[in-house]
Every structure is written in structure tokens, then in C-alpha cells.
């Protein structure tokens, strides 16, 4: 009954990234739409959203305790990297996209997944601890992940300079989210019109995300997408080994049950996009980047619900 629940919450979210793949595939969405639409979410619409979130669900004291909370997603994101090194090494993954391969195993799609998904299995209370997962995930991919791939890369003089990678590290995103911080920390009062714009604001996060999601996977050529063993090993690691890591993480350090079902729903999504858009910026392994954004994307809609249904039959 809860998986059947689940997929009816990943059935409305499959249909609007349902439109943008139709919208796309009428022509309507230019390569400047394409390019306009991530940075209209990531820039205008997810930083006031997390600003609010924390403003109005954060207190004072809740602070150390939610720190504290972060160090789980954090250990299993390292977790996860470590094991998936040692997988790519038992299992002799191709030499050219190994570290690509355990970054990619390691790191979700938090923000343009993470929120609607987590928005429609748990409402609105789920925020608070989608935006915990989101700080551990962001330091790993802007810091380990970010040197994965520049490792791997043939590009050698693209690698970020250190102004550039802080830059990224600090993104809009965790501005946003850092803002919101400062002002219950220093409790510092926000005017109501401020909260009632950030809401409205924030609304657009969830149908621009998914939509965009959908354009991304209308603009995939199947027809070159080949799944062989690695990519097989991967989907295992991203959608199986993560979300099972986690658990023995929250096994080590229990959190409240809320937070623990967030942890484990987040764990279990596909890895984040911008693991091929910097694979071929850095000059990696494009090819093998874009299958794993494309495969675990779909295979998640189904996955996610297993988790719900797996967590939910477990007492979680």
C-alpha cells in the first residue's frame, strides 16, 4: 500500500517532467531556454525558497542538533565514495571514468529532485532536512567530486582556480540557505511582505525543476546510449549501496524519524546533473557521465518508491 502510495507521488512528478520532454520535443524550448531555465531556478527561485524554509521551520536552539544531524548524510556520501573506489578497483571498471564513476555514485540530485519528491511524500516538514542533505552533498561535489573529475579530465588548464571553486562551493543556493541562518541565529526580525515573496518565489522551484528535467532527457540521443557493466555497477551503487549506507549511518547515530525517512529517500535519487555538464567542461568522460544522469533518473522513479515502501515496512 505505501510503495502504491509512493508511485502515485512519482506518478504527478513523472508527468511534469512528462510536459517539458513533450514541450522540448515540439520545438519550443531554444538552447538559450535551456540554459535560461536551471539558472532561473538556482538563481532567483531556490535561494529565497531556502531562506524561508529556514526562517520559518529553524529555531535558535534547534541549531547544534541540526548540525549534528548533517554529519550522517555527510558520512554516507564518504562512505559511499569509499566503497564505490573499491568497487571500481575489484570490479575493473574502465580506467577512464573511475573516480567519475565513485563521485557519481556518491553524490544526489538534492535540490531539482530532492524537493518536489520529498515535498510529495512527506510535505512541507521534509524541507528542513532535504536542505541538511543538500550542505553535505554540495561540500562533497564542489571539493572531492570536483577534483575527480578534474583529475580524470583531458582539459588540464580548465581546472578552477580556487576563487572560482569557493564561487561554486558558496552557490546561490547555500546563500540563500546561509542567509536564513544568520537571521534566526542573530534572531532578527523579517517582514511578513519578505516571507510572502520568498514563498512565491520558491514556488517555482518544484514545476521549473521538473520540467527542466524532462528537457534534459529529450535532449539525450538514446540512440548512443549504451548500458554495459559499468554502468550497471553504478546504478547498483547510486540507487541500492547508497540509501543501505545511510541506514548504517542512522544505525551509528539515530536521528528523529522524519529526518532519518528524508535521509534515506535523498540517498536513494539519481546522481546530480551537473556530474555531465562538468565531466565535459573538464573534458572526463562525457559519454559515460550522461548515461549515469540519464539511467538513474529514470530508474529512480520506480526505486524511490521501494525505499518508501522498504522503509516504511521496517518501522522508520
Not at 54 to 78: M, W
Not at 296 to 311: D, E, G
Request: glycine share 6%.
Amino acid at each position: 500500500m505505501v510503495f502504491l502510495s509512493a508511485l502515485g507521488s512519482m506518478a504527478s512528478i513523472t508527468l511534469l517532467c512528462a510536459v517539458g520532454y513533450l514541450v522540448s520535443r515540439a520545438g519550443w524550448v531554444s538552447r538559450d531556454t535551456e540554459i535560461f531555465i536551471p539558472k532561473l531556478v538556482t538563481v532567483v527561485a531556490i535561494p529565497p525558497f531556502l531562506f524561508g524554509q529556514v526562517v520559518t521551520h529553524f529555531k535558535h536552539d534547534q541549531f547544534l542538533e541540526l548540525i549534528r544531524n548533517t554529519l550522517v548524510p555527510l558520512g554516507s556520501i564518504l562512505a559511499t565514495f569509499a566503497l564505490a573506489l573499491a568497487a571500481a578497483w575489484i570490479f575493473r571498471v574502465d580506467r577512464r571514468h573511475r573516480l567519475l564513476f565513485a563521485s557519481a555514485a556518491s553524490v544526489s540530485n538534492t535540490l531539482f529532485i530532492g524537493i518536489p519528491v520529498n515535498e510529495a511524500l512527506f510535505g512541507g516538514p521534509a524541507i528542513t532536512y532535504v536542505i541538511l542533505y543538500f550542505f553535505g552533498n554540495t561540500f562533497f561535489f564542489w571539493t572531492i567530486g570536483n577534483w575527480c573529475l578534474a583529475r580524470e579530465g583531458q582539459h588540464k588548464d580548465r581546472r578552477l582556480t580556487k576563487r572560482e571553486l569557493l564561487s561554486r562551493i558558496v552557490s546561490p543556493p547555500l546563500r540563500g540557505l546561509l542567509a536564513g541562518i544568520a537571521v534566526v541565529l542573530l534572531d532578527l526580525p523579517v517582514p511578513d511582505n519578505l516571507l510572502k515573496s520568498c514563498v512565491l518565489l520558491g514556488s517555482l522551484t518544484t514545476p521549473l525543476a521538473l520540467l527542466y528535467i524532462g528537457i534534459s532527457l529529450e535532449r539525450i540521443d538514446w540512440k548512443h546510449i549504451s548500458i554495459g557493466r559499468d554502468a550497471l555497477l553504478f546504478l547498483l551503487m547510486r540507487l541500492a549501496v547508497a540509501p543501505c549506507l545511510l541506514l548504517g549511518c542512522l544505525w551509528l547515530l539515530p536521528l528523529e524519524r522524519l529526518a532519518s525517512q528524508v535521509f534515506v529517500i535523498q540517498s536513494s535519487l539519481p546522481c546530480m546533473a551537473n556530474m555531465a555538464l562538468f565531466a565535459a567542461y573538464y573534458g572526463a568522460d562525457k559519454e559515460f557521465a550522461s548515461i549515469a544522469v540519464a539511467t538513474s533518473t529514470l530508474l529512480a522513479m520506480l526505486t524511490v518508491p521501494a525505499w518508501m515502501a522498504a522503509i516504511s515496512s521496517a518501522g522508520l
